[in-house]
Every structure is written in structure tokens, then in C-alpha cells.
């Protein structure tokens, strides 16, 4: 069976058997077009967490490295004294 392509208000539409092989995404049902909106408090909130999640987790991951440096490299003192 043949497929054959068409551009469609700016989009490339794959077309087999009278069936649109990609749906718009926003015409689906579940999708984008159904979902709620984030306020802008929702979002704030969001991106305040997982910011400071985030920075916590590689302070963390950053810690550990150094102290692997710290046991694979001891610091030594000079015997000069």
C-alpha cells in the first residue's frame, strides 16, 4: 500500500489509505488541548524546587568526588622542618 505526503497549514502530513498516519498531537484526545494550564504560582513553586533539588543533589555528587580525590590522594607535609 502507498504512502504519499502533503503539507497541511505548515505541516508535513503522512497520508495511507485515507488514514492520517500523524495525528496532530493537539487533536488528540488527553493531549495538550485537554490539559490544565500552571499559574504562574504553580510554575514559580515548581521551578523553585526542583532548582534547589537539583543544586543539592550536585553539591552532593561533587562532595563525594572529592572526598574519593581526598582518600585516593593524601596530602602529605613537607619534611623539610
Keep these: 500500500m ?3 505526503f502533503y503539507v ?7 497520508v495511507r489509505g ?12 488527553g493531549t495538550y488541548s485537554e490539559r490544565k494550564n500552571m499559574s ?4 514559580g513553586l515548581t521551578l523553585t ?5 537539583g543544586t543539592l543533589v550536585i553539591l552532593f555528587l561533587i562532595s563525594l568526588v572529592v ?3 581526598n582518600k ?3 596530602y602529605k607535609e613537607d619534611a623539610k622542618k
Design 2 to 4: 502507498e504512502a504519499f
Design 8 to 14: 497541511k497549514e505548515d505541516r508535513e502530513i503522512a
Design 18 to 29: 485515507g488514514e492520517n498516519l500523524f495525528p496532530d498531537p493537539q487533536d488528540m484526545p
Design 40 to 43: 504562574n504560582l504553580e510554575f
Design 49 to 53: 524546587v526542583f532548582g534547589m533539588g
Design 67 to 69: 572526598d574519593v580525590l
Design 72 to 74: 585516593c590522594l593524601p
